[in-house]
């Protein structure tokens, strides 16, 4: 079965450092990948999506990168702020018309002053 | 600007009472919607979504089912809740690919 993969450990780093978080998946093609954050609480929030033949997204401080080979996205928090304190979420879609996604766990991130 | 629209925040219920959520989004026409379901520290489950009026596919056999009575209304129904239908409920629509989902605000379900 399709099993979406992210750092079940939450990470806690410096202000001001770059941190990277992982999405690996095993079963599944998809055409597209998404990153969210979502805050306690709260729906999850849009951030960033790439495609299947896009290698690498920037959106301000964020880098998204997708290797289809290795089945893994990298997200980069670049300068981080304790307000990016959250939890990230990836995840994958095929090219059809539901636009269904499916979501992996998520890695909470902590950023400390 | 579109909006979604989605209550109760929150709602304690007794197993075996019925169930009743709604979601709604303006300021688009034929959305796809969906609902979804986060069990505390896990990841989001994909129970219905819905490309149009009517339309309806399940993704999980459960004691839940959907309805879509009007082009941008959403609703996640119980005929009898059990204790593993506690949650927190999220709906969210999407329109093109290019944008992501928008997630309504959530609806805390505690079922005791």
């Known amino acids: 079965s399709q099993k979406i993969e992210q750092n079940s450990e939450a990470l806690n780093i410096q202000e001001g450092k770059t941190d990277t978080l992982t999405c690996n998946y095993t079963?599944?093609?998809?055409?597209?990948l998404e990153w969210y954050r979502q805050d306690p609480g709260r729906g999850p929030v849009f951030l960033l999506l790439?495609?299947?033949?896009?290698k690498e997204k920037r959106k301000e401080r964020l880098k998204v990168t997708f290797d289809t080979t290795l089945k893994q996205s990298l997200f980069h928090i670049t300068a981080s702020q304790p307000a990016d304190s959250a939890t990230y979420l990836c995840?994958?879609?095929?090219?059809?018309?539901?636009?269904?996604?499916?979501f992996g766990s998520g890695t909470r991130l902590l950023v400390r002053p | 600007s579109q909006t979604i629209h989605q209550w109760p925040a929150t709602l304690v219920q007794p197993v075996g009472s019925p169930l009743s959520l709604e979601c709604t989004v303006e300021?688009?026409?034929?959305?796809?919607l969906y609902w979804y379901r986060q069990a505390a520290g896990r990841g989001l489950q994909l129970l219905f979504y819905?490309?149009?009026?009517?339309?309806i596919s399940s993704e999980v056999p459960q004691n839940l089912s959907a309805s879509r009575p009007q082009d941008r209304q959403f609703i996640l129904s119980s005929k009898k809740l059990l204790l593993s239908d506690s949650g927190f409920y999220l709906c969210?629509?999407?329109?093109?690919?290019?944008?992501?989902?928008?997630f309504g605000s959530g609806t805390r379900l505690t079922v005791v």
């Open positions: 819905s490309v149009g009026i009517g339309q």
């Open positions: 079963n599944y093609s998809p055409a597209y």
């Open positions: 300021g688009t026409s034929n959305p796809n």
């Open positions: 995840a994958l879609g095929r090219m059809d018309s539901s636009y269904k996604l499916i």
């Open positions: 790439i495609r299947e033949n896009e």
């Open positions: 969210a629509w999407s329109r093109e690919r290019n944008y992501g989902y928008t």
